[in-house]
């Protein structure tokens, strides 16, 4: 059976919505789920998960561009976007993968190049079991919904790297 076909752009989230502002990721993929159910983000795939893992290489097979995005302790606020690129974890497991392992695995599995990816790190500051998210990261994540809006349906896909390279600075 052929797989089904998959939109150009694929946003990947993730985190621990019961560990405060862990769940930035997951709070922003809430965000966007509403904006497509809207129809506003045609060409456009959601995904979120608890942790990366190696099989989320797959997630990237017919992709055009890949927005990956986390909460983080160390971002300046509201938050950070750059590019990136393949990189092997230390680790010695396969879960709680980096952006850039994930991008790794899918370069072994394919002999090819992986899509253009770039991380959006979502600056977070409370990350205790059982907290709700912050107030200040809570404004942070209301920036990043803007930004990834912006990218998403205003930035043509060539101009990714140009329009990540001015938010960086």
Known sequence: MPAAPVNPVLVFTWGNASR??????????ELLEAKQLAGALPGVDLLTDY????EHALDLQGRS????????MS???PYELHSLQPERDAGYTTHA?????V?????????????????LSIRGYEFGLGKELSSQARTNLQDSYTLVCDL?????ANDWDQYVAQAAS
């Open 65 to 72: 561009r890949v927005l990956f995005i986390d909460a983080s």
């Open 20 to 29: 405060g502002d862990d769940g930035l990721g997951p709070a922003l993929f």
């Open 97 to 101: 993968m980096s952006p850039g392992a």
């Open 103 to 119: 991008l790794a695995v899918f370069e072994q599995i394919n002999q090819r190049v992986p899509p253009p990816a770039f991380m």
């Open 75 to 77: 971002a300046r606020a």
């Open 51 to 54: 942790q990366l893992q190696v």
């Open 152 to 156: 998403l349906t205003a930035v043509p």
